[in-house]
Antibody, heavy 117, light 106 residues
Framework: EVQLQQSGAELVKPGASVKLSCTAS????????MHWVKQRPEQGLEWIGR????????KYDPKFQGKATITADTSSNTAYLQLSSLTSEDTAVYYC??????????WGAGTTVTVSS | DIQMTQSPASLSASVGETVTITCRAS??????LAWYQQKQGKSPQLLVY???TLAEGVPSRFSGSGSGTQFSLKINSLQPEDFGSYYC?????????FGGGTKLEI
């Protein structure tokens, strides 16, 4: 079964960094693009960026440039999202999702990041 | 960057009614548009891709239309399980912007 298993909820202090993971099963992440999406409480979906795990090439929404870093480890079939210099604006659920040619077909359950002192 | 403007932001309807959600792109995105449904506390689920192709397993009461800059998602004969939020999203080049969402209350 094709699945994306995301890491657990994080409570982090302002100014800190956090690294979220997304481990794929049932498929090889090298065969696709992996994306990350942000959703603040009671807000809409925001596309953060994506990575081509086959070569490490990344693309980001400009508003997340400098905030988010997406990486991938093909040996563990895992994609990562690192968020730096965290503020309350980064409190959100972060989803990883697989891009299948025309759409996002598989989503992780989401990781809740809470930024609080 | 391409902006996606979705309307209405919220919608209240009754079971059996027909509703339409619209999505407007700031420039021509041809048919590179998908629609997703999201239930509270859950991950989004694909409904329609390439503007009008229904995803596998999606009931036929859902339909997508449009191309270029104007798109719509129509839900015929609303069912109780159709409540939730709906998002359009383009993939005509990065960034893959989502619309602001439509919250549908039954």
């Amino acid at each position: 079964e094709v699945q994306l298993q995301q890491s657990g909820a994080e409570l982090v202090k302002p100014g800190a960094s956090v690294k979220l993971s997304c481990t794929a099963s049932g498929f090889n992440i090298k065969d696709t693009y992996m994306h990350w999406v942000k959703q603040r409480p009671e807000q809409g979906l925001e596309w953060i960026g994506r990575i081509d795990p086959a070569n490490g090439n990344t693309k980001y929404d400009p508003k997340f440039q400098g905030k988010a870093t997406i990486t991938a480890d093909t040996s563990s079939n895992t994609a990562y999202l690192q968020l730096s210099s965290l503020t309350s604006e980064d409190t959100a659920v972060y989803y990883c999702t697989r891009w299948l040619l025309w759409y996002f077909d598989v989503w992780g359950a989401g990781t809740t990041v809470t930024v609080s002192s | 960057d391409i902006q996606m403007t979705q309307s209405p932001a919220s919608l209240s309807a009754s079971v059996g009614e027909t509703v339409t959600i619209t999505c407007r792109a700031s420039e021509n995105i041809y048919s590179y548009l998908a629609w997703y449904q999201q239930k509270q506390g859950k991950s989004p689920q694909l409904l329609v891709y390439n503007a009008k192709t229904l995803a596998e397993g999606v009931p036929s009461r859902f339909s997508g239309s449009g191309s270029g800059t104007q798109f719509s998602l129509k839900i015929n004969s609303l069912q109780p399980e159709d409540f939730g939020s709906y998002y359009c999203q383009h993939h005509y080049g990065t960034p893959y912007t989502f619309g602001g969402g439509t919250k549908l209350e039954i």
